[in-house]
């Protein structure tokens, strides 16, 4: 044990530094075995002197310190007299000398010896210096190299053991040394092997560049050769001395700054220094020594305050020291205004925690920011004055003025920003936790908590007139709302009901606790603040209330992108309300569907989510076209889950880079978010299917354009199949329900389709179902009429009924639709009840031509167009007689004419019924399309008013109504990465 | 039937002289007790300044000769301010009321102001108070003298915001004075403004929309060529846009204007698709009726509908309309609408029928089989039908004459060879004469 008492002053810095777990100087030490290894002295109890140090400072570092005081009082003396004085040196450094020798052989004999790190340096590089003689005996440059080399590396770590700039002279000696022994070898040319004298030309070089460092020093040792010839703990012991001496004067100057705790004066002279090497003991010494809150300025706090914070992102400044450091401050700063100055630094410094992009902060480190969230506010609350912006630069004293300071206090700081970080640690935790683990709905119950914050942060924002940083608070609570449909609501808020009884007592509880604890370790806080600040969330009886309260809010005074968001999310809880006609009108004025591809990423998610759930909706209230305009975009690309951010997909064809599969799983929505991906693959194939299946019957001659690609595409597939098993999945479901509608058997179709699992997750399951079991009925009859109505004469309405198990009158509205929009080639008898079919049919080459009619007429129209856009004007001739058709048809008089006109297709009209007219409505048909184009370059020939009304119907209706729907879906291309 | 009354709805974008006749007309239909009517035509009148009626119809309300003191205080309150706006009018109205003067009015407006300044020292003071004038001699009442001096005051007025409000109080006066030629050219002119005038935001300019479309109601049910206009002011795409978004009850005017209006019967898809979309915000039995016949081919239900479409008009201030033709009263709007709702019925039925029992079509339509029988007659006459009455077994059968394909389509292509021997001519023409200028 002697070395510990004989440096004192030693042990004592190095144990502090040895206490902080992420210096570099620990990191150095536990490197410090390999380079050791290499050399012939120590190399076995190396481990141990490190274990033993690290031991020493925790285990019975009371006992040593006390030993520490006893004995630095000696050195200090011992100090004054040699440290100062030449003469006497040579005989206290006589006295090391021996210390060094009975070290040796104790260690030698193999005993436990307990050495402090310098030592442990210092014997470190002599041993490098003994491995460079050894080399230079053999004349070996390849290993001199590396050892210098070593040696350079090493004199870093010295230096910052010894905490001087001193060089040792060990290392000046063997600079000589080698200096010597370069001289030597440039002047004998002995031979070298190619390698080494590679490593002597370049070791050369290396040299003269190292010793111009220390020309000086170099320059001595070569005068005075007996003051560095002595043995190396010299240089050591020296160094030890010169840091004696700073130690001991700062322990003698610390007193008298803070000289309150007589009982551990020498504690006290670690005021400066204890913020850095802080362990929890000494953090809590240094709480009892602060007991006294008299003796606390505002100054000290200041100071320290930006001393922690100067420590930021240093090396070896541990995240959670400084959180804790900073919290011990805020109990013992002087003002209000402090005390939220430094509760700021808390809340950067809790939020600093977790550096990393993909991780999320610690659960407890998030609750206690919470904590201090709504500290803040209670400050903010209690002192009307002080203000908090990022604008004003605050003066340097601006935090002194007190509790009793009339005007404004300006703190720095950014409520919205500490929000909006917290919400996004929130939503990340949920990212990272796994679904299915209790972790996940413990955390999901801290919800309530946030909402609380937001409340309030919104409440003060209010208060003091910041609408527009209110909106963006309003828009976080939105989106933590928006996806709850009224159950969930319910629960959330009952749940925060609960959590406010129980934790009435358990808060209480815990307060008190937390008091306790608090007194036991430190003063009381200076500033007392009460808790004004509700804190418990209030929430209106229905999620619609909340949501249009903060809607209104933002609408008025949110940015763009907190507008659009605060839209999206309002269409999307519409949606879940089954208000789909609120919804679709929502977004069809909004326009969003227009900008959504400008929009950043996360915005086309939640786009993206609106939609599914628009179709979803419409699904639900019996508009299968609607839902399935909504949902076929999201479908088209086989990216769902992509798209909505639900889980990663793995595409063959195309790689990604991690990078990018990094920045996708940033994306992914938390699970409680999600939306059943079965249940919209389902509801997206149904509608498809009622859709394509009758469109697929119509068209067996010409191909017309499927509505649904995706679904055609499926369906090949499954025809391809050789064997047809059960249905497992969602797919084969649809796909065996397809093929029984397609041969008109709507029994099977409906109960394979209601044999999916995924209905029991509709609220009006039962209502869904019959609405399907109807939609199926009428499709079947339609895919069967179309199908084999050129085998009838004829067919009574009483057959179908039966048939397709449908109601006589909703039978008869469905053919008569049918016959309406020339579907179906035949007409009621009314007497006898029955369907009268017309023998119309075309024969293929028929068909043919009148396709080929159609394609040509549409060229003609093109060419005109193209003329007429070249230049400028219109065809002479032409136009006039287009516009007398035009109104001809309008006024034919004959009053079956203009309903047909405007419904039939366009171009060819295969009507069997009013024939006389067909050419003539056709054409009108034709130029109808060929109005809107060339309307912009015509502008003086608008006279006739029929045209113009023709033209701006069909602008009209396409920016409303079905087609708007079919054509909102156009987003998501930005979306794939 | 007062479920389907939209007087509540309506006063909301209209002036309170507008209600009037609303209310006036509810009284007559007695849908509603006559004592709430007559409560609500003081609370009406409270806003304006016809004290006086407003006292009589307190008096017949409540049986008594008794009236409110603050209607009293009211009254002589009126009487002042009106002598004070007379005195600051004064020498404008004099100047006006002098047809000499008003002769030497130029339509330059700076010259007006200037001369008016020079000669008779009548400045920008005065031009207001003509306004402020105006405006009490309106809500006092006196629509004529209103309407006269806001005519005065537009040509004097430089303040462009004054300016529209004149003109809506101008509108309001010729309503009100049933002026419906005048009324239509003002009516012209604030769309005019309306529509060019950049609104500070748009929703400004919606609602600015949504009165003049209210207002309009009274000239387009009174006009003769209302029918038409109502169709083309409503189906202009920004109107048609601000009745789906803020007053989709407009609907039924418009379904009835396409239902009546035979020459607008192209209108009727794009009137049905407007239906359909906003059946969630608005329905009643008139545009039920359209969606029974034109979306669901619902026949019987579309009967049904047409039933209670009759009282919906009846009720209706601007569609019930009574015309008195010597002792009878006749509500002419009506009577064409139920016309041509059982044209549609029966066209429609015709188109997609064989073979009808005459009697049942009798049925449908609301006729006996006699009155059906040359009825359809008739139409067969005219040629509007191409069908032919079996007369032994009451059947109407259709004739169909299947379209021969072949002439189908060579119909289809007839056009296009002419058409494209225009094309080239104009394309090769103008490069020739190039060619020989060139020569």
């Excluded at chain 1, 190396?232 to 700062?250: I, L, P, Y």
């Excluded at chain 1, 309405?797 to 639709?817: A, I, N």
């Excluded at chain 2, 607008?264 to 898809?269: D, F, W």
């Excluded at chain 2, 289809?412 to 200028?437: C, F, H, S, W, Y």
Aim: aromatic content about 8%; overall charge negative.
């Amino acid at each position: 044990m002697k070395t510990a008492t004989k440096h004192p002053a030693l042990a004592r810095v190095s144990s502090g530094i040895l206490s902080r777990p992420n210096s570099p100087d620990l990191a150095a030490a536990a490197a410090a075995p390999e380079l050791q290894s290499l050399g012939p002295v120590g190399v076995k109890e190396q481990p141990l002197t490190m274990s033993s140090s690290r031991f020493w400072t925790q285990g019975d570092s009371d006992s040593e310190e006390e030993e520490e005081e006893l004995e630095s009082e000696q050195g200090s003396d011992s100090d004054d007299n040699g440290g100062h004085d030449d003469g006497k040196r040579s005989k206290v450094q006589n006295r090391y000398l021996r210390t060094e020798d009975d070290d040796s052989d104790e260690s030698d004999s193999g005993h436990r010896v307990v050495r402090s790190l310098r030592d442990k340096r210092n014997e470190e590089m002599k041993s490098i210096v003994d491995q460079m003689r050894n080399a230079m005996k053999i004349n070996d440059w390849v290993s001199l190299q590396e050892s210098f080399e070593k040696l350079n590396k090493h004199l870093e770590k010295v230096a910052r053991v010894n905490e001087s700039t001193e060089v040792p002279r060990m290392y000046i000696k063997a600079l000589v040394l080698l200096e010597d022994f370069l001289a030597e070898a440039l002047a004998n040319k002995r031979k070298m092997s190619s390698s080494n004298s590679k490593a002597f030309n370049a070791m050369r070089q290396k040299l003269k560049k190292n010793n111009k460092q220390y020309e000086d020093q170099i320059q001595k040792c070569r005068e005075h050769p007996e003051s560095f010839e002595e043995d190396n703990a010299d240089g050591k012991d020296a160094d030890e001395d010169e840091e004696e001496d700073e130690d001991s004067d700062a322990e003698i100057e610390d007193p008298e700054k803070i000289a309150a705790d007589s009982d551990e004066g020498e504690e006290s002279g670690e005021d400066e220094p204890w913020v850095k090497k802080l362990t929890k003991k000494d953090k809590l010494m240094d709480k009892q020594l602060l007991k006294d809150p008299s003796e606390i300025t505002w100054d000290i706090v200041d100071k320290k305050l930006k001393e922690i914070v100067a420590s930021r992102g240093k090396k070896g400044t541990g995240r959670i020291e400084r959180v804790e450091q900073l919290t011990f401050l805020t109990r013992v700063a002087k003002t209000p205004a402090q005390k939220l100055e430094i509760l700021f630094h808390v809340i950067s410094a809790q939020f600093d925690v977790n550096p990393s992009l993909l991780g999320h902060m610690p659960v407890n480190v998030w609750k206690k920011c919470v904590d201090n969230m709504l500290l803040v506010l209670d400050i903010l609350q209690q002192y009307p004055n002080i203000v908090v912006d990022t604008t004003v630069e605050p003066d340097e004293k601006e935090t002194q003025k007190g509790a009793d300071y009339n005007g404004t206090i300006h703190v720095t700081g950014d409520l919205v920003a500490f929000l909006e970080r917290l919400d996004s640690e929130f939503f990340k935790t949920l990212q990272c936790t796994d679904p299915y683990t209790k972790d996940y709905v413990l955390r999901l119950r801290d919800e309530p908590l946030f909402l609380v914050v937001a409340q309030n942060v919104q409440d003060y924002l209010e208060r003091i007139g910041n609408l527009k940083a209110a909106a963006k608070v309003a828009l976080r609570r939105v989106e933590l709302v928006y996806y709850k449909p009224q159950e969930v609501y319910d629960a959330m808020r009952k749940l925060a009901e609960q959590t406010e009884d129980s934790g009435e007592d358990g808060d209480a509880e815990a307060g008190d606790e937390h008091q306790a604890v608090d007194d036991n370790r430190g003063p009381p806080p200076f500033v007392v603040i009460p808790e004004v600040v509700p804190r418990k969330p209030t929430f209106p009886d229905s999620g619609r209330v909340m949501m249009d309260g903060l809607m209104s809010l933002i609408y008025k005074y949110g940015d763009e992108r907190t507008k659009a968001r605060a839209m999206l999310c309002d269409i999307y809880h519409h949606a879940i309300s089954d208000e789909f006609a609120v919804a679709r009108d929502l977004l069809l004025m909004s326009h969003l569907q227009d900008g959504v591809q400008l929009m950043d990423i996360s915005s086309q998610i939640l786009f993206n989510r609106v939609m599914a759930q628009l179709g979803l909706c419409a699904f639900k209230a019996g508009l299968i076209t609607e839902a399935h305009g909504c949902l076929t975009e999201l479908y088209s690309t086989g990216r769902v889950k992509e798209l909505l951010a639900q889980g990663v997909q793995q595409s063959r064809y195309h790689e990604k880079t991690p990078e990018q599969e990094r920045l996708e799983r940033r994306r992914q929505m938390p699970y409680h978010m999600h939306i059943n991906l079965e249940l919209l693959e389902a509801t997206h194939l149904i509608c498809a299917m009622l859709i394509e299946v009758p469109n697929m019957a119509a068209s067996t001659y010409d191909k017309r354009r499927p509505m649904s690609k995706t679904f055609r595409r499926l369906l090949e597939v499954s025809e391809r199949q050789t064997f047809v098993g059960p249905p497992e999945n969602v797919r084969d479901h649809v796909m065996a329900a397809t093929r029984a509608l397609n041969k008109g058997d709507h029994q099977k179709a409906f109960s394979v389709i209601s044999s999916l699992e995924i209905w029991k997750l509709l609220r009006n399951k039962e209502h869904v179902l019959e609405m399907l079991k109807l939609r199926i009925k009428e499709e079947a009859l339609r895919t069967y009429l179309f199908s084999y109505s050129s085998c009838y004469e004829s067919l009574s309405l009483g057959q179908l009924t039966t048939m397709f198990d449908l109601s006589e009158s909703h039978v008869h509205g469905v053919v008569s639709k049918m016959m309406i929009q020339e579907e179906l080639h035949a007409s009621w008898d009314q007497p006898t009840s029955c369907i009268v079919f017309h023998s119309v049919d075309q024969t293929r080459l028929q068909g043919l031509l009148f396709q080929m009619a159609d394609k040509l007429s549409v060229l003609v129209e093109s060419n005109e167009r193209a003329y007429e856009a070249k230049t400028g004007g219109t065809l002479e001739g032409v136009p006039p007689r287009r516009r007398g058709d035009g109104q001809d048809s309008s006024n034919f008089g004959k009053w079956q004419e203009n309903f047909v006109s405007s419904q039939g297709r366009q171009g060819g009209n295969r009507s069997g019924y009013s024939g006389g007219r067909g050419g003539g409505s056709g054409q009108g048909g034709g130029y109808q399309r060929n109005d809107r184009g060339s309307q912009g370059s015509r502008g003086g020939y608008g006279g006739s008013r029929f045209q113009d009304g023709r033209g701006r119907n069909q602008s009209g209706s396409s920016s409303r109504g079905g087609d708007g729907i079919a054509r909102m879906v156009s987003l998501n291309r930005a979306v794939r990465v | 039937m007062a479920e389907y009354d939209l007087t509540a709805l309506m006063a909301a974008q209209l002036d309170r002289h507008l209600v009037f006749p609303l209310l006036e007309f509810l009284q007559e239909q007695q849908l509603y007790p006559d004592g709430e009517i007559l409560e609500a035509k003081i609370r009406l009148l409270n806003g304006t300044n016809m004290v006086d009626y407003a006292m009589d119809i307190h008096k017949s309300l409540h049986g008594t000769e008794d009236v409110p003191a603050d209607m009293v205080a009211r009254r002589s309150e009126v009487l002042a301010r009106l002598k004070s706006l007379d005195a600051a009018a004064a020498p404008i109205v004099a100047f006006l009321q002098n047809p000499q003067l008003v002769q030497e009015l130029r339509p330059d407006k700076q010259y007006n102001i200037h001369m008016l300044q020079e000669r008779f020292q009548i400045g920008p003071d005065q031009i207001e108070a003509l306004y402020q004038y105006a405006k009490f001699q309106f809500e006092c009442g006196n629509y004529s003298g209103a309407a006269d001096y806001l005519y005065q005051y537009r040509a004097l007025c430089t303040n462009s915001e004054r300016s529209v409000s004149a003109l809506w109080g101008k509108l309001a006066a010729e309503i009100l004075m049933q002026n419906w030629d005048v009324a239509l050219e003002e009516l012209n002119r604030l769309k005019e403004i309306i529509d060019s005038k950049n609104f500070s935001s748009p929703l400004n300019q919606l609602q600015n929309r949504i009165w003049l479309m209210h207002w309009a109601l009274f000239i387009f049910f009174n006009h003769e060529n209302g029918r038409n206009g109502i169709i083309d002011l409503f189906f202009q795409d920004r109107y048609l846009n601000a009745i789906q978004t803020n007053a989709p009850h407009l609907l039924r005017y418009l379904a009835t204007a396409v239902v009546v209006n035979k020459r607008r019967r192209n209108m009727l898809k794009e009137l049905i698709k407007v239906i359909q979309q906003e059946q969630h915000s608005y329905k009643d039995p008139i545009t039920e009726f359209l969606e029974c016949l034109y979306v669901n081919y619902d026949f019987d239900g579309a009967q049904q509908k047409l039933l209670q479409c009759e009282q919906v008009i009846l009720n209706d201030p601007f569609l019930g309309k009574r015309i008195q033709e010597g002792n009878f009263i006749t509500v002419p709007l009506r009577d064409e609408f139920l016309e041509n709702a059982r044209l549609f019925i029966f066209e429609t039925y015709c188109r997609i029928h064989r073979c009808i029992d005459i009697s049942m079509l009798a049925g449908k339509l609301n006729m006996n089989y006699d009155e059906t029988e040359s009825w359809i007659m008739n139409l067969v006459k005219s040629s509007k039908l191409d069908a032919r009455i079996d007369s032994v077994s009451g059947t109407l059968i259709m004739t169909t004459t299947p379209v021969n394909v072949h002439e189908q389509i060579i119909e289809n292509l007839k056009g296009l060879n002419m058409r494209t021997d225009m094309l080239a001519k104009n394309i090769v023409e103008p490069a020739q004469a190039a060619q020989q200028a060139a020569r």
